[in-house]
Nanobody
Framework: QVQLAESGGGLAQPGGSLRLSCVASGSIFSIIAMGWYRQAPGKERELVATMTRGGSTNYADSVKGRFAISRDNAKNTRYLQMNSLKPEDTAVYYC???????????????WGQGALVTVSP
């Protein structure tokens, strides 16, 4: 079993900053990719940022230059630093990970519980 525990989020003013953290625990052989999606009220879930095992990153166009994903491999943790926040960034942010639990082929897709980010004056 693998679990993801998210922390961070909350309320920020436009132009402010917040940081999300996501810790993976359990039977982890290798983290293939890990990042965040978000879902705003009435909208579909969308990719925000992701980082592969090799360190390659991918960002939604709407957050490029404002959000940054980083990692602490020793702690199986990823961070999402969110700067210059806008009201349209308001959403529930879900951490996800694709994790190999052994050396044999195959992986699990795991989701965190979600963290609410509200950007409002």
């Amino acid at each position: 079993q693998v679990q993801l525990a998210e922390s961070g989020g909350g309320l920020a003013q436009p132009g402010g900053s917040l940081r999300l953290s996501c810790v993976a625990s359990g039977s982890i052989f290798s983290i293939i990719a890990m990042g965040w999606y978000r879902q705003a009220p009435g909208k579909e879930r969308e990719l925000v940022a992701t980082m592969t095992r090799g360190g390659s990153t991918n960002y939604a166009d709407s957050v490029k230059g404002r959000f940054a994903i980083s990692r602490d491999n020793a702690k199986n943790t990823r961070y999402l630093q969110m700067n210059s926040l806008k009201p349209e960034d308001t959403a529930v942010y879900y951490c996800y990970a694709s994790i190999a639990t052994s050396a044999t082929p195959g992986y699990l897709d795991v989701w965190g519980q979600g963290a609410l980010v509200t950007v409002s004056p």
